[in-house]
């Protein structure tokens, strides 16, 4: 071993790194290794050959390296990955110049593993990168979110601010807010709340969730969201720590859409109250005018030219109740306050009565209706007859009325007869006038009906298609249409029926189209102020073998009341100073053996509704009709 070699011994031993000792021209000289092992091929290979020749594509750094280091005089490094790129190896290549005696230049190369290193370096500078996208993130989400941060040392007094606050603040980041002038922004009732939040947190160690309305710098009012967390230490709080939170935007948002609400339910409220004025102002009237053509219906005349002029007014007046049933229907169904009331029923007995009650209308205008079902619809399922009944009339109605022609199907078809449920498919058909394919959907708005060229607009009210298909949603269904001009039109739609055991037959009383038996003796008292209306309820019961007593007014009533005992009061729901729910109290309180029967011709749910809460359970619509009336009080005389 030389002299150099001697000198160079402690500092081999020192390191477990590889030593190239190379001369100015990049041959190596002498090369020493504590581990052989990390020498890729014997050390007497690598003396007298060049750094190219050794290091093949990383020699050029060397070389860099070394120029740099001979022209300087500084000391030189390199970084450079493992030969084989399997291995994910690091090295560092360190270039120093030692003084020599020796003409030419002597240059040590410590070439050091530092895979470890710089997968630490890595990992740093990706967790450091990592770390400042996420605080970047972080202060455009606070600044997106208008959210800043505090916390506020319980020891040391201090509180730390987050550059948002002093913008939701609008204050500049100079001025200095702290513990005691933290709550300035805040008015006196904000200010109490904030201060009560604190100290629970502070004693009972529990977070805190405000929202508060915020003065600013500027003398702005803000709406803000004040959060905090208690941080423990030594079983004390030592630490408050939180968010602050601009909720102006969310804040007023959600005041308008109160305020919205507030305006929705109030229209509403007012439609309601619109509707019930209207129904009960337009049904008063129809009352009398269909109240008086049943009383003339129930006489007899010798001129027949009398008896055309009654049925011409009762069809009149029964036509002007069903448009206003059809906009009631309408506000019922899109206000969502219509219910199905299912009961046990033959769904092919309920469609043969409607389809009765049209033949004679299709035999005016020379047209076949005909009614198909197949037997194995089951003789019992739960259907709200009412609602279907309404949508067949409709469907019949329109075909037979767009049908000038040829005939006109009511099908009923089983599509799944299951153990608890079956599918029934309903199928009314035409062979009229027709619709175009693009007016298929229009048909269905309301107030709209389609006006052909080659056909006169018919009379409706163009809403019974659009009640219709509200009425099939009711059933879960959606109501299908297949029509062309002049071949005709079928409407189809399914209902899924749940099954049930049939109710016993009831004994009802056959009413007569003329001839009601008498009712049984009984002391009624009718109340209305609307004399008209007095004299059909008084004439038709008359009619009925009962003479009632009537008042105009609910003192009368009152008056009567003390004076004489009523198995039954008749009361009109809409009379001025006390009305029909006032005297129907005071009936109940006072004289609780008195059945109470409202007559009304207010129909809306919200009415029916608050009479249920009332317990009244009797109501007689109007316009009645005489078989109703008399149905009704043979049901409260037989409760009596």
């Not at 740093?124 to 770390?131: A, F, G, I, Y």
């Not at 011709?601 to 029916?608: G, I, K, P």
């Amino acid at each position: 071993m030389d002299n150099n070699a001697r000198n160079l011994q402690p500092l081999i031993e020192a390191l477990d790194d590889v030593i190239l000792e190379l001369t100015e021209l990049a041959v190596i000289k002498q090369v020493w290794a504590k581990d052989k092992t990390k020498l890729f091929l014997p050390p007497e290979f690598f003396i007298g050959k060049s750094i190219p020749e050794v290091f093949g594509e990383f020699g050029n750094i060397f070389i860099k390296c070394i120029d740099d280091l001979l022209s300087t005089g500084e000391r030189q490094q390199c970084v450079y990955p493992d030969f084989d790129k399997s291995k994910h190896l690091w090295y560092c290549a360190k270039f120093q110049k030692i003084d020599s005696l020796e003409e030419e230049a002597r240059i040590i190369c410590i070439i050091e593993d530092i895979t470890a290193k710089k997968e630490l370096n890595d990992q740093l500078e990706k967790n450091s990168l990592e770390l400042k996208r996420i605080n970047d993130l972080l202060e455009i989400g606070h600044e997106i979110s208008k959210m800043g941060g505090w916390e506020y040392d319980t020891i040391e007094k201090e509180l730390f601010l987050t550059k948002q606050i002093y913008e939701i603040n609008e204050s500049d980041e100079d001025i200095v807010i702290n513990c005691n002038n933290m709550t300035e922004s805040f008015d006196k009732e904000n200010k109490v709340k904030l201060l009560k939040a604190l100290r629970n947190t502070l004693s009972e160690n529990i977070a805190f969730d405000l929202e508060l309305e915020l003065i600013t710098a500027k003398r702005n009012k803000k709406w803000v969201r004040i959060s905090g967390v208690p941080i423990m230490k030594n079983q004390k709080v030592r630490i408050f720590r939180g968010i602050l939170k601009d909720i102006t935007e969310i804040k007023n948002n959600q005041l308008e859409l109160i305020e919205a609400k507030n305006l929705a339910e109030q229209v509403a409220r007012k439609r309601t109250e619109t509707l019930s004025i209207m129904s009960h102002e337009i049904r008063t009237p129809l009352n009398a005018i269909i109240g008086i053509s049943n009383l003339l219906d129930q006489a007899t005349f010798s001129n027949n030219d009398i008896k055309e002029y009654v049925d011409h007014l009762r069809y009149s007046s029964n036509h002007l109740l069903h448009l206003i049933n059809d906009i009631l229907d309408l506000e019922k169904i899109e206000s969502k306050k219509m219910e199905l009331n299912e009961i046990p029923t033959n769904l092919v007995s309920l469609v043969n009565n409607v389809y009765k009650q049209f033949v004679p209308f299709a035999k005016t205008k020379n047209l076949s209706l005909n009614f198909h079902h197949d037997h194995q619809i089951p003789k019992s399922l739960l259907i709200d007859d009412l609602r279907i009944s309404r949508i067949l009339n409709n469907l019949i109605g329109n075909a037979i009325k767009f049908t000038e022609k040829g005939e006109v199907n009511i099908i009923l078809k089983t599509i799944v007869d299951q153990h608890q449920q079956a599918s029934i498919l309903f199928k009314i058909s035409d062979t009229g006038i027709g619709i175009p394919e693009h007016l298929h959907n229009l048909i269905f708005d309301k107030f709209h009906q389609v006006n052909q060229d080659s056909h006169r607009q018919q009379e409706g009210s163009g809403l019974g298609l659009n009640i219709t298909k509200g009425l099939v949603r009711l059933f879960d269904s959606e109501i299908r249409l297949t029509s062309k001009p002049n071949v005709g039109s079928t409407f189809e739609f399914k209902i899924d029926f749940k099954k049930c055991l049939p109710l016993q037959p009831e004994q009802k009383i056959e009413s007569l189209e003329f001839d009601f038996p008498p009712l049984p003796d009984f002391k009624l008292l009718i109340v209305d102020d609307n004399a008209t209306n007095l004299l059909v309820a008084s004439r038709q019961l008359y009619q009925f073998g009962i003479n009632a007593d009537k008042a105009d007014n609910a003192y009368t009533a009152i008056e009567y009341l003390k004076k004489e005992r009523f198995d039954v009061v008749l009361v009109d729901l809409h009379m001025p100073g006390m009305d029909g729910y006032q005297l129907a109290k005071y009936i109940q309180d006072n004289y609780p053996e008195t059945k109470v029967i409202i007559f009304t011709a207010d129909v809306l749910e919200e009415v029916r509704f608050r009479l249920k809460e009332m317990g009244i359970q009797y109501i007689l619509s109007k316009p009645f009709k005489p078989e109703e009336m008399f149905d009704l009080f043979l049901e409260v005389l037989e409760v009596k």
